[in-house]
């Protein structure tokens, strides 16, 4: 009985380790800028957020994302040439329909913090 108990418990320590080695970078900053022949690059200091808000805020479709994370799906995986109509384009230059600019200014404004003009956030 004993010993089958120590060899779980290994188990579960080389589990954990790889866990631990496989986990996703989480990056002090962001550049999206997938529309860069448009409009400038926008630079997101993702720590900053990233220690203010739970991480499924944004990455809404990874429920209860953690910094030991395996995997984080670039936004424009779904986001950019989206399957469905009714997902928001990332083509969208509006205001109330671009889903970056709905996120993000929709969030700034709420916290009356952080960019909402044109220019603080496509700086040139
Ligand atoms: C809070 C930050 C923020 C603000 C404020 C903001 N944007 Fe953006 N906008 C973004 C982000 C992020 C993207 C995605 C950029 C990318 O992928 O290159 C984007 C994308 C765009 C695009 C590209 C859409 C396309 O056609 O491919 C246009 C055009 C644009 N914004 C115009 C504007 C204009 C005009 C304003 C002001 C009325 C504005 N933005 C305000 C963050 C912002
Ligand atoms: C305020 C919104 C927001 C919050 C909160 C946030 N992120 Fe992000 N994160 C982003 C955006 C936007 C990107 C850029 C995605 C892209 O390039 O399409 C990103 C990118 C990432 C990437 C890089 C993905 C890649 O393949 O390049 C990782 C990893 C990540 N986030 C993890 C996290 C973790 C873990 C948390 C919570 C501790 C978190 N994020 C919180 C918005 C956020
Ligand atoms: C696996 C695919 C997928 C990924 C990855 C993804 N989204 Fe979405 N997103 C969707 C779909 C589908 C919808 C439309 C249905 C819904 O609201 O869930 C959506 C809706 C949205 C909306 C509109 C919500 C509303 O209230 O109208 C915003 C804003 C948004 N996504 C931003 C982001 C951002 C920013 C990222 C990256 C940090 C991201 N999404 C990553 C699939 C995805
Ligand atoms: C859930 C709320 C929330 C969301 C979503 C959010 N932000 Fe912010 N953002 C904030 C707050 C709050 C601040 C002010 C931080 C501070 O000054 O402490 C901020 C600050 C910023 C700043 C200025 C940072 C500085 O150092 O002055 C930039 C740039 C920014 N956000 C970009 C973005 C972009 C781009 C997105 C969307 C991809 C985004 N944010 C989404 C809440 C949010």
Excluded at 19 to 36: F, G, I, S, Y
Excluded at 92 to 112: G, R
Aim: charged share 25%.
């Amino acid at each position: 009985m004993k010993g089958s108990h120590r060899h779980l418990w290994l188990w579960a320590v080389t589990i954990l380790a790889a866990v631990a080695v496989a986990a996703v970078q989480v990056p002090e900053t962001v550049t999206l800028d997938k529309a860069k022949n448009k409009q400038a690059p926008v630079v997101m200091p993702h720590k900053v957020h990233a220690d203010k808000y739970a991480c499924d805020t944004c990455h809404h479709t990874q429920k209860g994302l953690t910094a030991e994370a395996t995997e984080v799906k670039p936004c424009a995986s779904c986001h950019l040439d989206p399957e469905k109509p009714e997902t928001p384009s990332m083509r969208e230059m509006s205001l109330s329909k671009n889903p970056f600019h709905k996120l993000c200014i929709d969030c700034h404004k709420k916290e009356a913090k952080g960019p909402t003009k044109c220019a603080e956030c496509h700086k040139k």
